[in-house]
């Protein structure tokens, strides 16, 4: 019987496992996280401002992997490196005759931004969530008179967060005495220059002051851009991408730190990746943004081509491909761009429930207890 480890039950791990437990081959699939839980980080933004609780943003990695494959085991270690056929972990060490890959990454934090907490990462985010309450609260207890939630990073992550605190404190009519303003070098790189203006028009309109500038320094809490300062009372930082440490020890090709694969998704004979840690690249050789939606499409594409070797089939190319992206902007808001559609407003928040739902409630409904 074939060993398959799949390191990491995000998004791309999740599929893989998926993929080879409908395969019905005679297999062993260990799948291990360093975590006890998949964190739905694609819904923190609403983690952040307690519309969501624990429960609706995490899924039991045991529960799920005893409802999803029969064949499958959940060992909750924390990878370390691989050495040939072998992953070695904190508590224990694993042969394998495949392993796929998953572990996606972490935020890029810069030393200055040591202060600053972020949403990629659970405990940090609950951190958020608690001090973010705590302010509100202290304002609706007239115990302070003007506050400022500083985001760093324009991407669509941060840009998700500060337009949900901005709604959540208009809602409560705080918005002369709290701010949110997010800082970055660009807004929103993703989106063309028609969907970007029209999306920092509504975010306008809620009234997030966006500051497009490079962050000269954070002393305390005072942040120096040009020839402002601006004292913050909560950081946030969705400054950009970097990969872990088990991604940093591993002997393979890397491109700025993030693991190179085939066009199989290989990066060794019997070793696959899938996800946020590596560069995934569409079949013309475009690199592509890293997301959820890439992530559960490599998951699956290297799980397949595990299933190929195993049954000695030639392996199969990945097609990935972006479909579309639906960024939430605060309460009922959101934008949808898929190809020339593009829509905002309460359609493309529902289609963004739309979206968010039909990842989540499937798995929920496989978590065996
Ligand atoms: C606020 C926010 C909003 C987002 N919105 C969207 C969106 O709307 N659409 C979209 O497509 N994408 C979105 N993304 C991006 C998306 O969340 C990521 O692309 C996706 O999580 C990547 O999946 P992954 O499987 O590669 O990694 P992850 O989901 O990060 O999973 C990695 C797993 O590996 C585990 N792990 C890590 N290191 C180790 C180790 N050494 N040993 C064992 N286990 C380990 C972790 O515990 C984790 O369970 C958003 C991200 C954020 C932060």
Do not use: W
């Not at 360093?34 to 952040?48: A, D, G, L, M, R």
């Not at 941060?158 to 809602?171: R, V, W």
Request: charged residues 25%.
């Amino acid at each position: 019987m074939k060993r398959v480890i799949i390191v990491g039950g995000g998004y791309g791990g999740i599929k893989a496992l998926e993929t080879l437990a409908k395969a019905k081959l005679d297999l062993e699939i260990l799948l291990i996280d360093k975590n006890s839980f998949h964190y739905i980080q694609t819904e923190s933004y609403n983690f952040v401002i307690s519309s969501f609780s624990l429960k609706e943003i995490t899924l039991s990695l045991n529960h799920l992997v005893q409802g999803i494959g029969v064949n499958a085991v959940f060992i909750n270690d924390e990878a370390i490196t691989v050495d040939n056929s072998t992953l070695i972990c904190k508590k224990g060490i694993y042969t394998f005759d495949y392993l796929i890959i998953a572990t996606g990454t972490v935020t890029k934090k810069p030393k200055i931004f040591d202060n600053f907490l972020d949403v990629k990462d659970l405990q940090q985010a609950t951190v958020i969530k608690q001090r973010f309450e705590k302010l509100v609260l202290e304002h609706l207890q007239k115990k302070r008179n003007c506050s400022n939630i500083a985001v760093a990073g324009g991407g669509s992550s941060g840009i998700e967060i500060a337009a949900s605190m901005q709604y959540f404190i208009n809602e409560l009519k705080l918005n002369s005495e709290i701010s949110v303003t997010v800082i970055a070098d660009l807004f929103l790189s993703e989106l063309d220059e028609k969907s970007k203006k029209r999306v920092i028009d509504i975010l306008g309109d809620l009234g997030l002051n966006l500051k497009q500038c490079l962050i000269d320094k954070i002393q305390g809490n005072t942040i120096f851009i040009k020839d402002e300062k601006i004292i913050y009372d909560l950081g946030v930082a969705a400054t950009g991408l970097d990969t872990n440490s088990f991604i940093k020890n591993l002997p393979f090709k890397k491109s700025n730190g993030f693991l190179v694969t085939d066009e199989y998704l290989r990066v060794s004979d019997n070793i696959f990746a899938a996800g946020d840690c590596a560069v995934m690249k569409d079949k013309n050789g475009k690199i592509l943004p890293p997301t959820a939606q890439i992530a559960e499409q490599s998951g699956t594409a290297a799980a397949k081509n595990v299933i190929c070797s195993i049954k000695h089939r030639p392996l199969k190319k990945s097609d990935l491909k972006i479909y579309g992206l639906a960024i939430a902007l605060g309460g009922k808001f959101a934008i949808i761009k898929a190809g020339f559609f593009q829509f905002d407003g309460i359609l493309a928040y529902l289609g963004k429930k739309a979206i968010e739902n039909y990842y989540k409630i499937p798995l929920k409904m496989k978590e065996v207890f």
